[in-house]
């Protein structure tokens, strides 16, 4: 999904398959494209979400989806570089177009404006006391591993919008 006016340089991007455990209790090998100032760190947590059998849906480029992140949501697909819009602020660009931002089973973990949910299959998992597989809270393993790193998490540091699926660096970590 990278383009030519894309605010990161395609050689500092760094492409990744990381193991994770799946939906169906089994190893997967999965595929993301991350900043490569984050690269270690991004290894360093999934290795731990392995261990400890936190279930991923899937894993796999947004390309496969032709760079559309509403199609990726929808299939529950955990992603992070993207070249694109921030969805709050049109006109800026996205975390995830610098490779700093990873959003992990996004229809279980919905971004929420407002009415607006996303993606919109995601309205059935608004209750997040349930414990959904793959459900993302402040208790939850990927929670306290990206956190402990200084990774924000979406589900509480926004006071307009929560987006549970969120993980992200700030733009200042790159320098």
Request: charged share 25%; proline share 5%.
């Amino acid at each position: 999904s990278w383009k030519p006016n894309c605010p990161v340089a395609l050689e500092d991007l760094r492409y990744l398959t990381i193991p994770f455990w799946g939906y169906d209790d089994q190893i997967h090998d999965g595929h993301m494209v991350v900043h490569k100032k984050v690269a270690d760190e991004v290894l360093t947590v999934f290795a731990k979400l392995l261990e400890s059998r936190f279930p991923i849906e899937k894993m796999e480029l947004i390309d496969l989806y032709d760079a559309n992140d509403d199609l990726s949501m929808e299939v529950n697909n955990s992603s992070a570089f993207c070249s694109r819009e921030n969805t709050t602020y049109p006109g800026v660009f996205s975390n995830h177009s610098y490779g700093i931002a990873i959003d992990i089973n996004p229809k279980i973990n919905p971004y929420v404006k407002g009415e607006r949910v996303c993606p919109a299959s995601g309205r059935a998992y608004l209750n997040r006391s349930e414990a959904y597989k793959g459900i993302i809270t402040e208790q939850s393993i990927p929670y306290y591993e990206f956190t402990k790193l200084g990774w924000e998490w979406g589900g509480n540091c926004w006071t307009d919008r929560v987006d549970y699926q969120h993980f992200s660096k700030k733009i200042s970590d790159l320098s």
